[in-house]
């Protein structure tokens, strides 16, 4: 059991709610003692101390033990977003905006649609996504199996719904730009 790391959520929770030690030992029934042992990284908290910390502060037990991230490690640094080009497809152009997450299945994509040209039915997602589209530059038209057809211009968005079948098509003589965000719909496990 890492106290150190449990220590540090508890300090940070009460300075984040103004609480003393006092304060959240009169919400949790925690003694002020033992929650000063368990700030200094001291202490051995039993299961039922533990329940109540959690409790006070609105999370689960296991929340205390997950390692706190820090918010440099959340950012993908533009010198960092490769593009990803698939040589079957050579009309468009992936670029992976976001980190990847073991907690999300949610990733953010710039796609790049060279002009006159179109993907084919379902291009991206597995199926099981819930899909938006923001455009960012040019005219996209989104076609369904159906032959369902929409026009976006820059600024509109699109959801689309899991098992959705659609194909993205740019009929001018510029590049669209759009940016993609594909959720599971799934729980991950």
Partial sequence: MDIEQIGTRLTNYRKMKNLTIKDFSKVSGISTAL????ERGIGNPSLS??????RTMNISISTLFEDQVSLEKLVKRVEDQGYIKDSRKSNIEFQL????STNLSADLFRITLYPHTETPLVPFGVNELEELILVEKGTLTVCTENKESVV???GDTIRFI????YKLENNSAHNVSVLYFASNTK???
């Fill in 49 to 54: 101390v533990l329940d109540s910390i959690a």
């Fill in 97 to 100: 905006l976001t980190k990847k």
């Fill in 35 to 38: 929650l000063s042992q368990l």
């Fill in 152 to 154: 976006l211009k820059k």
């Fill in 162 to 165: 899991p098992r959705m079948s």
């Fill in 187 to 189: 729980e991950v496990l």
